[in-house]
């Protein structure tokens, strides 16, 4: 058995925050770098090109991407072999979380649902757990903000609307969400489990790197043509119009019951802050 | 891009060369309000109240900027989504609120109150947050400080990056924008 402090688990969770919120990955950069050169229209080109400053600002100035700086989602791979010591594990990663959005000067954007009060600390984070194999634990903090995050769904869909009904599903996801969750943005699918995996497998699937395709090659390519509709909607950067409305699209799979086809779609910006580490 | 230079106050003369789709660089003063001040503004009005600032000519962004590093103006500071503030701005351009700034698409309510009071939709880049900062050259907060982020803020502005979307002659940049490049 490995024995892993708490106070470990609680500056890694502070770091990670921190670093998703000034960092820009490279992988998300370089989609950037890349939709730039792809876009068609003028002002659409403008938009991104802002962007791409925007990032670099962030980066060199200490300035967060965005001032929406999420609820702090973190997902823990925990390894069976391992043995959380000094405290509770999910006080760690509040703890974490805590610090983090205070000195990375961040916007503490979590309130009561009817009050509207502001926790004041950003906390409770959203936590995701996982037991695996092995003595270690991986930690990917996705701090998610808010615009983006309005446009997402479960439905239960008929087996019998089968892909086409995936399909339409996310498209009128995308149209109604139109300029609102900041294009060019990317889109996580979840299909199958149940209600609430169908959920979880969408946020899964934003974890998946920009450009990777699913393993499965039908599902890899059934990616691609959602892409391609996607972007021939028109909505374009920041719904200004243009052909890059979405950098990628991912779906995240499991077997279903019979009598279901569960989906969900989540929406994630183009400031797709993501950063994660293995302890 | 071409780009127009206007400042604040906003004269009907510079909202009527505002077609959408243009890139202007706005400098001047604008005050933040988002959800939270929005509400008090119009619970004032309600009570018969004055609001906390004078907003005749004035220019109203939304958006709840991260908090400013020791020795910095503010914070990263990008617009919130607008339609949530649907409800109360018509309200506000009937008291002679000229400009909005913000992101995503308005209710025909807004379009119209546009139109009929002469004021202007700008967008500025959701996600830019930092970008938007550096054109921030002053900030204070003047009303509900106590709402923290969702305090109402006179931010002095140079050279601010903004698009229009709703001008007064009923154009509307996501619409046109994403129809001329719909396939």
Same mark, same amino acid.
């Given at each position: 058995? #490995?024995?892993?402090?708490?106070?470990?688990?609680?500056?890694?969770?502070?770091?990670?925050?921190?670093?998703?919120?000034?960092?820009?990955?490279?992988?998300?950069?370089?989609?950037?770098?890349?939709?730039?050169?792809?876009?068609?229209?003028?002002?659409?080109?403008?938009?991104?090109?802002?962007?791409?400053?925007?990032?670099?600002?962030?980066?060199?100035?200490?300035?967060?991407?965005?001032?929406?700086?999420?609820?702090?989602?973190?997902?823990?791979?925990?390894?069976?072999?391992?043995?959380?010591?000094?405290?509770?594990?999910?006080?760690?990663?509040?703890?974490?979380?805590?610090?983090?959005?205070?000195?990375?000067?961040?916007?503490?954007?979590?309130?009561?649902?009817?009050?509207?009060?502001?926790?004041?600390?950003?906390?409770?984070?959203?936590?995701?757990?996982?037991?695996?194999?092995?003595?270690?634990?991986?930690?990917?903090?996705?701090?998610?903000?808010?615009?983006?995050?309005?446009?997402?769904?479960?439905?239960?869909?008929?087996?019998?609307?089968?892909?086409?009904?995936?399909?339409?599903?996310?498209?009128?996801?995308?149209?109604?969400?139109?300029?609102?969750?900041?294009?060019?943005?990317?889109?996580?699918?979840?299909?199958?489990?149940?209600?609430?995996?169908?959920?979880?497998?969408?946020?899964?699937?934003?974890?998946?790197?920009?450009?990777? #395709?699913?393993?499965?090659?039908?599902?890899?390519?059934?990616?691609?043509?959602?892409?391609?509709?996607?972007?021939?909607?028109?909505?374009?950067?920041?719904?200004?119009?243009?052909?890059?409305?979405?950098?990628?699209?991912?779906?995240?799979?499991?077997?279903?019951?019979?009598?279901?086809?569960?989906?969900?779609?989540?929406?994630?910006?183009?400031?797709? #802050?993501?950063?994660?580490?293995?302890? | 891009?071409?780009?127009?230079?206007?400042?604040?106050?906003?004269? %009907? =003369?510079?909202?009527?060369?505002?077609?959408?789709?243009?890139?202007?660089?706005?400098?001047?003063?604008?005050?933040?309000?988002? %959800?939270?001040?929005?509400?008090?503004?119009?619970?004032?009005?309600?009570? &018969?109240?004055?609001?906390?600032? %004078?907003?005749?000519?004035?220019?109203?962004?939304?958006?709840?900027?991260?908090?400013?590093?020791?020795?910095?103006?503010? *914070?990263?500071?990008?617009?919130?989504? =607008?339609?949530?503030?649907?409800?109360?701005?018509?309200?506000?351009? =009937?008291?002679?609120?000229? &400009?909005?700034?913000?992101?995503?698409?308005?209710?025909?309510?807004?379009? %119209?109150?546009?139109?009929?009071?002469?004021?202007?939709?700008?967008?500025?880049?959701? &996600?830019? *947050?930092?970008?938007?900062?550096?054109?921030?050259?002053?900030?204070?907060?003047?009303?509900?400080?106590?709402?923290?982020?969702?305090?109402?803020?006179?931010?002095?502005?140079?050279?601010?990056?903004?698009?229009?979307?709703?001008?007064?002659?009923?154009?509307?940049?996501?619409?046109? &924008?994403?129809?001329?490049?719909?396939?």
């Amino acid at each position: 058995m #490995r024995e892993i402090h708490i106070n470990e688990i609680v500056s890694a969770i502070e770091k990670l925050f921190i670093d998703a919120n000034y960092n820009l990955s490279d992988n998300v950069f370089d989609a950037l770098n890349k939709a730039v050169e792809k876009e068609i229209s003028p002002v659409g080109k403008e938009v991104i090109k802002e962007l791409i400053i925007n990032a670099n600002l962030a980066r060199e100035e200490h300035i967060p991407i965005c001032q929406d700086t999420g609820l702090a989602v973190t997902f823990m791979e925990i390894g069976q072999d391992v043995h959380i010591v000094g405290g509770s594990l999910a006080d760690a990663v509040a703890e974490g979380v805590r610090r983090g959005y205070k000195s990375g000067y961040l916007r503490k954007s979590c309130c009561d649902p009817f009050t509207r009060k502001n926790t004041g600390d950003n906390t409770p984070p959203i936590l995701h757990t996982k037991i695996v194999s092995g003595d270690k634990v991986k930690i990917v903090a996705l701090p998610k903000g808010g615009g983006s995050e309005n446009y997402g769904e479960v439905r239960m869909l008929v087996p019998s609307q089968g892909k086409d009904g995936i399909k339409s599903f996310v498209l009128d996801m995308v149209t109604k969400g139109g300029p609102n969750p900041c294009p060019p943005i990317i889109v996580g699918v979840g299909i199958g489990g149940n209600f609430e995996t169908s959920a979880l497998l969408s946020k899964e699937a934003l974890m998946v790197p920009l450009g990777e #395709r699913s393993n499965d090659p039908a599902i890899a390519a059934f990616e691609l043509e959602i892409l391609d509709e996607i972007n021939k909607t028109g909505i374009g950067p920041q719904g200004y119009g243009g052909t890059v409305t979405a950098m990628d699209v991912h779906i995240k799979m499991m077997p279903c019951h019979i009598a279901s086809l569960p989906a969900a779609v989540n929406i994630q910006c183009h400031a797709h #802050r993501i950063k994660e580490i293995t302890i | 891009m071409e780009i127009k230079r206007i400042t604040t106050p906003l004269e %009907d =003369s510079v909202i009527e060369g505002l077609k959408a789709g243009q890139k202007v660089f706005l400098s001047g003063f604008i005050y933040t309000a988002r %959800d939270a001040a929005h509400k008090r503004f119009i619970d004032a009005l309600e009570k &018969g109240e004055k609001l906390p600032l %004078d907003i005749k000519r004035q220019i109203i962004y939304y958006c709840g900027p991260s908090p400013a590093r020791p020795g910095r103006v503010i *914070g990263a500071c990008g617009p919130t989504t =607008s339609s949530r503030m649907d409800a109360y701005a018509p309200r506000l351009a =009937s008291l002679g609120l000229k &400009g909005m700034i913000g992101k995503g698409k308005r209710s025909q309510a807004v379009k %119209d109150a546009i139109k009929e009071h002469k004021a202007i939709y700008f967008g500025a880049t959701g &996600g830019a *947050g930092a970008l938007l900062s550096k054109s921030v050259t002053s900030c204070e907060v003047i009303a509900y400080e106590e709402l923290g982020p969702e305090a109402v803020r006179r931010l002095e502005v140079k050279d601010m990056p903004l698009f229009v979307i709703n001008d007064i002659y009923g154009n509307d940049l996501y619409e046109t &924008g994403t129809q001329h490049y719909k396939k």
